[in-house]
């Protein structure tokens, strides 16, 4: 594994956030001046395609990346917020509905946030 891509799983398993590339861009570039936004891109997809990281897309706002530990998400449809939120395992019941064996699986919930709710009812 590069040095880069060392670092940028270090910073995502420091935030409490889901961040973008860019947003990883910039806190490695805190560290490495010389680092350019294509390096950050291809260690996401390597660190991706190798499961030690996941990438969370939402239609109309960019990927964001998190640690991989098993939990689920919330996605505001209004305003793209995303939080965690842990639920029941739910593999052994997927995996008895679809009759395979189950290796993962990613849910997102959608619905409007407190935030936004507040907004529409004033």
Do not use: W
């Amino acid at each position: 594994m590069t040095e880069n891509a060392k670092r940028i799983l270090k910073i995502i398993h420091a935030s409490s956030e889901h961040l973008s590339a860019e947003q990883i861009f910039l806190r490695l570039k805190e560290d490495n001046q010389g680092v350019v936004l294509a390096t950050v891109y291809n260690n996401l997809a390597s660190l991706y395609k190798q499961g030690l990281v996941r990438k969370i897309s939402a239609e109309g706002y960019p990927d964001r990346y998190d640690n991989i530990r098993q939990h689920d998400h919330l996605i505001c449809k209004n305003c793209g917020k995303l939080s965690d939120i842990q639920l029941e395992d739910l593999t052994e019941k997927l995996r008895e509905q679809t009759g395979i064996p189950i290796l993962s699986y990613d849910l997102k919930i959608h619905y409007i946030c407190e935030d936004c709710r507040n907004t529409q009812s004033s």
